[in-house]
């Protein structure tokens, strides 16, 4: 698992990019699935998987005066036809949901 960053070093590089209101929400359970990656190795002992949302600042929120998407659910929408309907709603929901 070479060249992944541990979950403080993301958000500091998320901030150091410009980014604000930062979560790198982990998920504990992923560990049951990691193991399986590479068995007996103890991957799951250094490997997360993680929700991670940010907001990128400047706009001041559009034309609607609404505040801008959090960074997973603007990607979604960037994203388009190409990206399939269910993750698409399911970012939007998490970036809707979680507050860090």
Not at 39 to 52: K, L, R, W
Not at 60 to 66: C, F, M, P, Q, V
């Amino acid at each position: 698992m070479s060249g992944a960053p541990r979950p403080d070093d993301l958000a500091a590089a998320l901030q150091a990019a410009g980014f604000e209101q930062i979560c790198v929400d982990l998920k504990p359970a992923s560990r049951s699935f990691i193991k399986d990656w590479l068995p007996g190795s103890g991957a799951e002992d250094y490997v997360v998987s993680a929700n991670i949302t940010a907001r990128k600042p400047g706009d001041a929120g559009g034309a609607a005066g609404k505040a801008p998407a959090p960074a997973a659910a603007a990607w979604a929408e960037s994203e388009g036809e190409q990206m399939p309907a269910r993750l698409k709603a399911s970012l939007e929901r998490q970036a809707k949901a979680k507050e860090c």
